[in-house]
């Protein structure tokens, strides 16, 4: 292995963050692309199934991490899971503010049409999402995380799907239009009005 | 004894005086969303219990506060937007209604799809153990300011200055109380022995008419007057007893 | 490499500490001999001027290292202090403890009204403030370094900005503590109870 390549892989184990490969090359005081050829090196030292180790992109930078090879041996010498799953809420609240950031919660109850208060709690404790300032009406905004980044594997937001691809087809949605307005003329024509209070 | 400060609670999201709970919930520290007003009516009638006597003062700011609760919650429940909603005709309605189902869905499969994602990752660790301290020492000579000290004397000024007073005033803007109520209904039934609700209540606010409503309880279970209504939001029409207690006002405190 | 080996190395990655040959047996849950060869492969895998890391055997256990060959460039990555934009919340805390250093977290805590915990611990992370010692209650007291007072282009404590600029009723420097712990209380606050209808 070179040189290059040896250095760069002790920094990969010192740090406790992905390194971007300006620091790299900043760091090992070389060029970006004896950077990148070092990077490859490393790279094929730690192919998949060749070692305990594997370098992964996330995070906008490379870092080191454990083959889930060790998973279970980690978990008996560690005693704790590597993350807890995400309730649904959970989920659904951190997909909004994946997609929106930043946002409020205000905004995620009305996507969500309920109260996404303690998943996000929840979110903000596990280091998945931070405050990001106060939107104009003074409530707290939310962002993701680089941890969020991480522990997803993505190695930015860009990295997300397209969340247009889960919608319906234009005929289901035409369906679904019909159905409503259906239901929308019965309401206005037969049910009475609501009783005054 | 106020009953803000003398009902403790113990809920699930909150434990102690009523009246922090009111505060904490103006202040949007604890959201009222989540504030079950059922177990605080729970709460102040076994107050009621222990103290074995019914306090009417404190009974009307109770029920005031509740009521005004209950509003805030009822108006969070229902947003303004769903209220507009309904003044839609039904095609712009259900084409409301389907650009939020969308959008729900849209988010919902987002979060199948994260999920997914961190099932893919499972497994796989990071190591979190600090690099020495010794390699991260940076050398002091090296470096130039990046902060202005503006910043922390600014922070500092700011701290300094108390907080504006969290105002009550829209919780508990109608200060009337039951034994108010109890008089003009007892001077009213003087007059005439018989009276329409409407009539006692004529020109007050939404708060006067349940005060009212709770002095003619009072009215009743003295046995001083009865009452009836004909039909659901007819006209309700109050009798006096034959044992009247006119000009005992000042006794039912 | 085999899996053993691949396992053990993993765990050696994760611990931050060196780990013991029993407990390395334990985790992986093999006997003590497989383990020792499983080392044995691990040494040769990193055997000295090969890759960036070296297996280390210290009191107590067996743990991963870098190789100095990285030292200057690991000083380069990891000494470059962190000075992104303070947060409004790591500002106060800063400034409450440059104002009143020694001071206590509690302290710190009654004067912002909330907890300042992770704004505290960022700081203390990035080197600008520093454990001084316990109160006479036990809690741990905090003031700034050298290290603020460079990045803030201070040569001393006493260059720190006279609060009075930002303050409305400016009073004698004596009595800021006392007047900072008053206006947190009534931030945190009970709040009056309500005027009596």
Do not use: C
């Amino acid at each position: 292995m070179s040189e290059l390549a040896r250095v760069i892989e002790a920094l990969l184990f010192l740090s406790s963050e992905p390194v971007s490969a300006d620091d790299l090359a900043e760091a090992v005081d070389a060029h970006p692309d004896e950077v990148a050829e070092a990077l490859d090196e490393l790279r094929a030292a730690y192919a998949p199934g060749a070692r305990g180790l594997i370098v992964k992109e996330v995070a906008g930078g490379v870092t080191l991490a454990t083959d889930p090879v060790a998973e279970a041996a980690a978990r008996r010498l560690l005693a704790r899971p590597r993350t807890p799953p995400l309730t649904p809420a959970q989920a659904e609240a951190l997909a909004i503010v994946a997609y929106l950031q930043p946002v409020s919660r205000p905004e995620m109850a009305r996507i969500r049409g309920v109260s996404s208060d303690s998943a996000t709690t929840t979110l903000v404790e596990r280091g998945l999402i931070e405050e990001a300032g106060r939107s104009q009406f003074g409530a707290v905004l939310y962002r993701t995380t680089p941890l969020f980044l991480k522990l997803f594997g993505l190695n930015s937001l860009d990295d997300l799907p397209d969340p247009s691809q889960w919608d319906p087809t234009p005929q289901e949605e035409a369906d679904l239009r019909e159905r409503l307005l259906r239901a929308g003329e019965q309401r206005a024509g037969v049910a009475p009005p609501p009783p005054a209070p | 004894m106020s009953v803000a400060t003398d009902l403790e609670l113990d809920l699930d999201v909150f434990s102690g005086p009523f009246d922090l709970l009111l505060a904490l919930v103006l202040r949007e520290e604890v959201d009222l969303l989540e504030v079950p007003l059922a177990d605080i009516v729970l709460a102040y009638l076994d107050h009621l219990d222990a103290r074995g006597e019914l306090d009417l003062e404190q009974a009307t700011e109770f029920l005031v506060l509740v009521a005004a609760l209950l509003e805030l919650k009822s108006r969070l429940m229902l947003p303004r937007e769903e209220e507009e909603l309904l003044e839609l005709d039904p095609g712009e309605a259900a084409e409301e209604l389907l650009a939020r189902m969308l959008e729900a869905k849209r988010y919902r499969s987002a979060a199948d799809d994260l999920r997914a994602r961190l099932e893919a990752e499972e497994g796989i660790r990071y190591r979190s153990a600090p690099a020495p301290a010794w390699l991260k020492r940076p050398s002091l000579d090296e470096l130039d300011a990046v902060y202005d000290p503006a910043r922390l004397g600014q922070a500092i000024g700011a701290l300094l200055k108390p907080p504006p007073e969290v105002s009550l005033h829209h919780v508990t803007v109608h200060a009337v109380t039951v034994e108010q109520r109890l008089k003009v209904l007892r001077r009213l039934l003087g007059r005439a022995r018989t009276l329409s609700f409407d009539e006692a209540v004529r020109g007050a606010d939404r708060v006067t008419v349940a005060v009212t409503v709770w002095a003619l309880l009072e009215l009743y279970k003295r046995g001083e007057a009865t009452w009836h209504q004909d039909e659901p939001f007819g006209e309700i029409t109050i009798v006096a007893q034959d044992e009247p207690a006119w000009g005992r006002e000042e006794q039912a405190a």
